[in-house]
DNA sequence: GCTCCTATGCTTAGGGC
DNA sequence: GGCCCTAAGCATAGGAG
């Protein structure tokens, strides 16, 4: 009996595999089947035994699972446009922020620049005459 | 608790309804998961709400699930043409069976033909002269 | 909405045939 | 390979906070 935990790891044995492949997918299938059921989903599973002597298994059938993968399709590449969009909304806002900075930081150099031009000036003419002879 | 058996009925309460939603795509993920890794297998599962207010579920990934879609929709391309091919050669086969019976039933009524024609004949030609024309 | 809990039922590994 | 059985472990409904 299944005394202890599974041990989740590569099944090597081709036999013991298979039954654990068989019992688990049926398992599987019932749980997709209850929970497209319960909750009003469509949903659909593909499946494929590496061992490839055995067809894919595919849930709930082909054509629901074609006709889920267009829609899918069609969803990813809207969702794919819609975040690249976002991606350049973001960037755009980016650069806004980053020319909004250099705005601000080239008024504040300028008049900076302005501030020191004056400071370099202003102490100059404002030492006081008798101090000019002793610096020298 | 779980105390009956779960009734495998649509939850039309919208909360009740997340709530197993969100519990057994957990579970449903776990045991793809599982048999993904016991197996060696490819798997893939697409669960869409029908509540749009959630996105599409895509397990493992989007990327193996576009793969695994393209692989799936080519092998069903090369499935219906076996199968087209498959059904081709059992038509064929029915047609060549058909020919030979009717090959055989001409063969047999041509024969039957002659006999008749030599029945027909011969009775008349041993009919005793002394019964012909009592028969009249 | 969420996390955590726990009783219960379901799933399943292992084994017999 | 299949089917059936059983014990053990797992998933989860329902509830509490």
């Known amino acids: 009996m299944t005394r202890n935990g ?3 790891a590569y099944i090597s044995n081709d036999a013991a595999k298979n039954v654990t492949y068989k019992k688990r997918k049926k398992g599987l299938v019932k749980k997709m089947s209850e929970l497209s059921t319960l909750c ?3 949903a659909c599973a593909i499946i494929y035994p590496s061992t490839c002597d055995s067809h894919p298994k595919v849930w ?3 054509v629901t699972a074609h006709r889920m993968l267009s829609h899918f399709k069609m969803l990813s590449v809207v969702e794919r446009s819609n975040r690249t969009m ?10 806004a922020h980053a020319d909004e900075k250099v705005k601000k ?20 003419s ?3 005459p008798w101090l000019e002879t002793e610096s020298n």
Do not use: F, M, W, Y
């Open 40 to 42: 009003g989903i469509e």
């Open 105 to 124: 930081l080239c008024e504040n150099n300028h008049r900076k620049e302005i501030t020191q031009v004056n400071l370099d000036r202003v102490p100059n």
């Open 126 to 128: 404002h030492i006081p």
């Open 86 to 95: 976002a991606q350049e909304r973001l960037v755009r806002q980016r650069i």
């Open 6 to 8: 599974v041990k989740l």
């Open 60 to 62: 709930p059938s082909a």
